[in-house]
Nanobody, 123 residues
Framework: QVQLVESGGGSVQAGGSLRLSCAAS????????MGWFRQAPGKEREGVAA???????RYADSVKGRFTISRDNIKASLYLQVNSLQPEDTAVYYC?????????????????WGQGTQVTVSS
């Protein structure tokens, strides 16, 4: 079955950086667009960044210039480099997969997701 396993979260101070990773299995990875979503306590899950199999990317306005999404189709892995973290970035970050070539930040396009990794930013 499809598995998406996130890692790399942690607790950092404002201004810090993290590199989130997602290992995918059970799917033809290059056939899927991938995305990072996040959910803060009491809020809905929101799209952060998306990437298609060719490497074209899209970002939410709130993270442009600070976050970078990338993927390795050989390793079936997804990454999110998060820089200049702010307390408002505190959330559980989820890796999600959408069959096809989309650059959507809308969850309804996505078929699979992982358990998430916690990112906590203190001021």
């Amino acid at each position: 079955q499809v598995q998406l396993v996130e890692s790399g979260g942690g607790s950092v101070q404002a201004g810090g950086s993290l590199r989130l990773s997602c290992a995918a299995s059970g799917l033809t990875y290059s056939s899927y667009a991938m995305g990072w979503f996040r959910q803060a306590p009491g809020k809905e899950r929101e799209g952060v960044a998306a990437i298609d199999s060719n490497g074209s990317a899209r970002y939410a306005d709130s993270v442009k210039g600070r976050f970078t999404i990338s993927r390795d189709n050989i390793k079936a892995s997804l990454y999110l480099q998060v820089n200049s973290l702010q307390p408002e970035d505190t959330a559980v970050y989820y890796c999600e997969a959408a069959w096809g070539q989309w650059l959507s930040l809308s969850r309804h396009m996505y078929n699979y997701w992982g358990q998430g990794t916690q990112v906590t930013v203190s001021s």
